[in-house]
Every structure is written in C-alpha cells, then in structure tokens.
C-alpha cells in the first residue's frame, strides 16, 4: 500500500515524506507510535546487563525480563486480531511465565536469556509495524472479539491494537525504567 498522494484538499502537514493523518490509514498512524515505542524500549534495555536482567532489587518490582517476555507474546495476539495470524513470530519460550497475572520471581531457571527476550520482542513487534500500515480500516473499525472489561474499554478492533503496540508496550518499559533506577542503573536517556 502506498502512502497517499497529497492533492489540494489533503496538503502535507505532518512532513514532506507523507499527507496529513487523517488522509493515512489508521494501521500506517498506529505504526508510527509502535516505530517509536520500538525506539524507547531499545534504547532503555541495551544497557542493562544480560546477568541482572532477572534481578528483582526490592519486593514487588517487574525486572525487565518478566516486562519484555510479557510484551513478546502479545504480539502475536495483535496478529490475530488484524485478521494475519499468519505472520505470527514463532516464540521460542511459552507464554506460562509471562502472561497477565503470572508472577515475575527472580530468575530460578524459568526465563529465557536478555538475548532470546529482547530479540524476540524486537523481531514480533517489528513485524507488527510493518504489517499494520497494510490493515485496511474496515478491519480497524470491526468490533473487538475479546471478552470482558478488554471489550469493554476498547470495543473496536483498532482501539485493543492500538492500546497493545503503544500505551501496553509503553506501560511495561516504564517499569523497565523505573527497575533501572531502583538497580542503580539511572536513565538510559
């Protein structure tokens, strides 16, 4: 899908590399937020060091390998949810350790590497934006097929895809941020 050309009702505002957003499809506006979430979370978890990715520094802190596996594995449900499950990155660790409500525990085997976590969040969310900006917005606009208060707070398809790629990615690496002042570690930007 190619960027919209601009005419004289859709004049280029946001830069000269694409028109206005509201001439965008809302999956291309939702990439762009992912593109910089991406960004963030790459510059806060490249310092940390691969031994204390696991390290809890005082009661009741997600460190980061509890936060970036958690982040992992719903990028896959954003595929399902956008109609492409197949373009699903392939997980090399289960989801038992990482999803809502699993407990983050100092690492006692069960977590895999800084390496494999971060590397899988990079590839599957880097997958995701490539992918949203070819979601048409009828797709966007359906009705959200989760149950419960998910449903509830976003009912459209394109409100949980849009929470999950940026505010839920966001969510989690500020924890990230805030473990690495408690470690000693100080801002990472």
């Not at 373009?87 to 990482?98: I, N, R, T």
């Not at 449903?151 to 790629?165: A, D, I, K, Q, W």
Request: glycine share 8%.
């Amino acid at each position: 899908m190619s960027t919209p050309t601009p005419t004289a009702e859709t004049s280029t505002c946001c830069s000269t590399k694409h028109a206005c957003a509201t001439t965008r499809p809302l999956g291309a506006v939702i990439a762009d937020s992912l593109h910089v979430t991406l960004h963030y979370g790459g510059e806060i978890l490249k310092s940390i060091p691969a031994e204390r990715f696991c390290e809890v520094p005082i009661n009741d802190i997600n460190h980061p390998a509890f936060c970036v596996g958690h982040l992992a594995i719903y990028a896959n449900k954003v595929f399902e949810l956008i109609g492409r499950a197949d373009l699903k990155v392939a997980m090399p660790f289960g989801d038992e350790h990482f999803k809502n409500g699993a407990p983050c525990v100092a690492q006692d085997g069960r977590y895999p590497s800084k390496e494999v976590l971060v590397g899988t969040w990079t590839k599957a969310w880097t997958a995701v934006a490539n992918a949203l900006p070819e979601v048409d917005d009828k797709t966007l606009a359906g009705e959200n097929p989760m149950e419960g208060r998910m449903r509830e707070r976003f009912p459209t398809v394109g409100s949980v895809v849009n929470f999950l790629c940026a505010p839920h990615n966001m969510m989690h690496l500020g924890q990230v941020s805030s473990w690495r002042r408690v470690a000693g570690l100080g801002s990472a930007m």
